[in-house]
């Protein structure tokens, strides 16, 4: 384990990469795949493994076809700080060239193929993983196929599994050109699919350049459209679904005949043609007409077009869009930059795009092919807290600003204005999830009487303003758009581990799994009675996690929040597009909503821990996955008992269910739901759609009802039930949620919806037994009582065969 060989290659002060150290052994298995372009464009894979990076070159890319077979060749160990590193290597520097992250997560060894320990498995070179990344994610085989020597060749093969696709894979594309993304057109794209378009970089001057085109620069949302067969998915730069918000333009798009990748802008735009930003954050309740101006296309019925010429492609682009309304071609001018600029800034706009008529695309990069020339100044800045509006304090008044000056953070103003009534409530609404009790600055700063409230600064804006004043000061400074993403530069610093403390936990950005999770306000009382906090909440969960997460992956979720406690208001939500780049979310279209729904997806410890800090005590998960999304795993009951009565009588009526599907031969689970209840589950091997499951549920209903006609009833309307136990058999319905297996429950002393075995239905046990300060024990004694509920075969149409002999 030695970096000899990576420090002779380089000359620190003439390349930005770390120079970093030998690291401690660590139980962390990060890996990142960096796309490299330097002489011969390649990808570099590179495994944390004892204090370094193991890395191989894989000239191709690695691929999710397990046909595919990627050459990898093995370079020197990297220092562990590369797992971060991302710009350009001057030129005259070895490797010199841009580099970009293009996908990070974790590894670990795949003990079905293997028991050798890692280190092992590299000594004689045949490495059996896993990856849980955004783009590469399930079963690898890395294998040597020369000698051990300076240039092993090694190569990177995809295992067959869940993940695998059986289409052409391309790393460049980021998609899957045929079956595979027509499939998925129906909800969002995988992360691995998520196209990240081509940026442009900044110029100060406007200048003529035959060799360039300039375009207006529209202020919109970046939005690459997907269209295949007539389906159409909207995407932000970030992966955010934009069907729904965008929905009139996602329903002229669907009518372009051919499969197309279009990439452009959406505007809102005056009657003077300007675009208008503020509006079309409000959009679709504003004013202005709606604008998507294409100015390059990616992909064209199967053909990618990202080696063509930019001139090359837009020449096709009023060819495949028509003559749509909302849909435009986003013209341009050769040559003369300076004349469209001078007309861009007389009509009100910020400026205009400067682009390289013969550059091809390429997906990820910030590239000096392409400029953008502003005629208005604009910075991007931290939001480091907010002043309360004279409305209210439910209102926004002003966002204090800030940013970072030689590593110190600076305060540069306050910005009052771009914001709408609707949007400075909206952003109080999520600023105060992230409040802290004290400012982040160093120095007091002057807010003239108004009422702050500090937030940890991790949340980044884009604000015009005119000038500077001599203080570093930002002069009529105007709210732009507010940023998801964290800042990196200086979050990373001192950003703990998955480990939280009390003494800290006014602000944190912890790290899970490589991710960066921000937590706040850890000691605010969410059980008053039993003096619970947030903190062991987010505690709980940390504890938890590999018992629980095995019940959550690939399930939308539906959120219900405490962000304030028990004691106080919940609501309900669904979507969210105020969320960290690394989160996952599928949009879902909803019948009665009539409309795109974003679901968030808990796939990991981070995204846990991430609604944790919601306010999300209770965790809903779909009882279905993405891959099947109309058939369930499991049939749900849910024994609802009127208040008051003695829990006895449940559990008769349990017992009951469970006689009945023992005589069926059917394996079920039972949990207590942690409020009042008992739920059974019933496997159903994602073979049945809901309105089956449903049925089949309602049957056995009827039969206990039938048994047991003075306990139980099927009567919805409560003043109806006369008292009884309430055989709800409706949970079973696209959407519908409970609180999920080990989930904590928003009830005084956090009581926990936990599995039992069957013979534990006795006098003694109460459906709130199990609270959060003394699960974890159980856990550990018990294991997970629902492991196996996926594994089990059910065939519905059988046991329909056995009822007759139960009756």
Not at 642 to 667: C, S, Y
């Amino acid at each position: 384990m030695s970096l000899k060989k990576y420090y002779d290659k380089r000359n620190f002060d003439n390349t930005p990469e770390p120079k970093g150290e030998l690291q401690s052994v660590s139980k962390n298995q990060r890996f990142v795949i960096q796309r490299h372009a330097a002489s011969r464009l390649h990808y570099d894979l590179r495994l944390e493994v004892h204090g370094t990076l193991k890395s191989w070159a894989i000239p191709k890319g690695p691929s999710m076809n397990p046909n595919d077979k990627r050459l990898a060749v093995r370079t020197e160990d990297h220092p562990i700080e590369y797992l971060t590193f991302h710009g350009t290597i001057p030129k005259g520097n070895y490797g010199a060239g841009n580099m970009i992250i293009w996908d990070t997560g974790t590894f670990a060894i795949d003990t079905s193929e293997t028991d050798k320990e890692l280190t092992e498995q590299l000594a004689v070179g045949n490495i059996k993983l896993i990856f849980y990344g955004n783009k590469i994610r399930g079963r690898f085989a890395l294998i040597r196929t020369t000698s051990k020597n300076d240039s092993e060749q090694w190569l990177l093969l995809k295992k067959n599994d869940d993940f695998a696709i059986t289409t052409f894979y391309d790393a460049e594309t980021l998609v899957p050109i045929t079956e595979t993304r027509k499939k998925k057109f129906s909800s969002k794209l995988s992360p691995g699919s998520i196209i990240q378009p081509m940026l442009a970089s900044t110029s100060k001057e406007i200048f003529n350049d035959p060799n360039f085109i300039y375009e207006l620069k529209w202020d919109g949302y970046r939005v690459i459209s997907h269209i295949t067969d007539g389906k159409v998915l909207l995407q932000s730069r970030n992966g955010i679904n934009y069907n729904s918000k965008f929905s009139k333009l996602h329903d002229e798009l669907a009518a372009i005949e051919h499969d197309v990748i279009l990439d452009g802008e959406v505007v809102l735009v005056n009657s003077d043609g300007v675009s208008q930003f503020g509006e079309l954050q409000n959009y679709p309740n504003s004013n202005g007409e709606l604008r998507y101006y294409v100015f390059d296309m990616l992909f064209l019925n199967g053909h990618s077009m990202l080696d063509l010429k930019l001139i090359e492609r837009k020449s096709l682009i009023n060819e495949v869009i028509g003559e749509l309304t909302i849909t435009q071609y986003c013209d341009h001018i050769e040559g003369m930059g300076t004349a469209l600029f001078n007309k861009a800034l007389e009509a009100g706009m910020e400026g205009v795009m400067a682009k390289e008529k013969n550059s091809n695309y390429a997906i990820g990069f910030r590239t000096e092919k392409w400029l953008k020339i502003k005629g208005i100044q604009s910075t991007d800045a931290i939001i480091c807290g907010y002043t309360e509006s004279s409305n209210g304090p439910e209102y926004i008044g002003s966002l204090i600003l800030g940013q970072y000056i030689n590593d110190d953070l600076k305060y540069i103003g306050n910005c009052g204005t771009g914001f709408s009534d609707k949007s400075r409530r909206e952003l109080q609404m999520l600023l105060s999830n992230y409040e802290i009790k004290d400012r982040a600055f160093k120095k007091k700063i002057p807010l003239k009487g108004r009422i702050p409230h500090w937030i940890q600064p991790i949340l980044e804006c884009e604000v015009t303003y005119s000038e500077r004043t001599k203080n570093g000061l930002l002069r009529n400074p105007v709210l732009k758009r507010i940023k998801t993403e964290i800042p990196k530069t200086h979050t990373d610093k001192n950003t703990p581990t998955i480990q939280t403390k009390k003494s800290s936990s006014s602000k944190e950005v912890i790290t899970i799994d490589g991710f960066k999770v921000p937590i706040s306000n850890l000691e605010k009382i969410y059980w008053p009675q039993s003096k619970l906090t947030k903190y062991d909440l987010i505690d709980y969960y940390l504890n938890i996690s590999e018992y629980i997460l095995p019940h959550l992956i690939d399930r939308p979720q539906n959120l219900h929040r405490h962000p304030n406690g028990i004691d106080h208001e919940s609501f309900y939500q669904k979507d969210n597009e105020h969320l960290p780049e690394w989160f996952e979310t599928i949009s879902i279209y909803s019948k009665s909503s009539e409309r795109e729904i974003n679901y968030l997806l808990c796939q990991n410890t981070a995204s846990l821990i991430y609604l944790a800090n919601l306010g999300c005590i209770e965790i809903n998960p779909w009882s279905s996955r993405i891959k099947k999304i109309d058939q369930p795993d499991y049939g749900i009951i849910d024994l609802d008992p009127p208040p008051n009565m003695d829990f006895k009588h449940v559990i008769t009526v349990a017992k009951e269910f469970h006689r009945i599907l023992k005589d069926l031969h059917i394996q079920s689970f039972c949990k207590v739901s942690g409020s009042k209840g008992i739920h059974i589950y019933l496997p159903m091997s994602q073979k049945y759609s809901y309105e089956e499951v449903r049925n089949f549920i309602k049957l056995l209903c009827h039969l206990v009802e039938e048994r047991l006609p003075k306990l139980t009833t099927l009567e919805r309307t409560i003043n109806k039930r006369k008292g009884k136990i309430y055989l709800d058999y409706l949970q079973n319905k696209r959407g519908h949620t409970i609180a999920t297996v080990h989930s904590v429950r928003p009830i005084e002393n956090a009581p926990i919806s936990a599995p039992i075995h069957w013979d534990e239905l006795n006098n003694k046990l109460t459906p709130r037994q199990f609270i959060l300060k003394d699960y974890l024990k159980r856990l550990k004694q018990e294991d997970d009582l629902f492991k196996d509920i996926l594994k089990v075969n059910f065939d519905m149409y059988k046991t329909l065969k056995l009822f007759d002999s139960i009756n």
